[in-house]
């Protein structure tokens, strides 16, 4: 026997499985909070909160869980204030970033953002420096940034960039990250 146990490979796997699901699942109990907290509870009157509810349904968000986030969001059993944010970062290469998100403490989520762009050479840069190349667009399940412009990134610099798209989105309290450039991600 060599001492490794079918169940603790499962075991390792499913950990890993249910940690991003849990995150996801937080991603998107924000996301309702504020689509109600902004346009009203009534999914029928609110089209981003339909959109939302519908991708946390796709995802297996238990009802329960976006019941709750309908209540924070109308001020029952407020115990955290949530608020929306919208970073705009510059990286090597004339590539723009849009960090889009859902936070209850602005200062934390900013310097974890700033942290991770910090070690990948890239710079936040002030409020609406970036935001006049994109466009809000709104698309079947929420509003999306579409850049007006578009860049091509060199196959060298692709994997370095998609290394810091992931490692952004990771971070709990990022909704969407947005760029410039014509290749997908």
């Known amino acids: 026997m060599s001492g490794h146990s079918k169940w603790a490979q499962i075991k390792h796997k499913k950990a890993v499985t249910d940690a991003k699901k849990g995150q996801l699942f937080?991603?998107?109990?924000?996301?309702?909070?504020?689509?109600?907290?902004?346009?009203?509870?009534?999914?029928?009157?609110?089209?981003?909160?339909?959109?939302?509810?519908?991708?946390?349904?796709?995802?297996?968000?238990?009802?329960?869980?976006?019941?709750?986030?309908?209540?924070?969001?109308?001020?029952?059993?407020?115990?955290?204030?949530?608020?929306?944010?919208?970073?705009?970062?510059?990286?090597?290469?004339?590539?723009?970033?849009?960090?889009?998100?859902?936070?209850?403490?602005?200062?934390?989520?900013?310097?974890?953002?700033?942290?991770?762009?910090?070690?990948?050479?890239?710079?936040?840069?002030?409020?609406?420096?970036?935001?006049?190349?994109?466009?809000k667009v709104w698309t079947g399940d929420g509003k999306d940034y579409l850049p007006n412009t578009s860049i091509d990134i060199p196959a060298s610099e692709r994997e370095k960039l998609t290394l810091l798209l992931d490692k952004l989105s990771e971070q709990d309290d990022v909704q969407e990250v947005y760029t410039n450039t014509a290749n997908s991600f």
């Open 26 to 135: 937080s991603k998107m109990v924000r996301e309702i909070t504020i689509a109600a907290k902004e346009g009203g509870p009534n999914p029928e009157s609110n089209p981003r909160l339909r959109a939302a509810q519908d991708r946390a349904r796709a995802l297996g968000l238990p009802k329960d869980n976006m019941e709750r986030a309908i209540l924070r969001a109308s001020g029952a059993g407020a115990d955290m204030a949530l608020q929306e944010f919208l970073y705009e970062a510059a990286a090597p290469g004339g590539v723009m970033i849009l960090i889009e998100g859902i936070t209850d403490n602005k200062n934390r989520t900013l310097a974890e953002i700033k942290k991770i762009l910090s070690e990948r050479d890239v710079k936040l840069v002030p409020q609406n420096s970036l935001l006049w190349n994109f466009k």
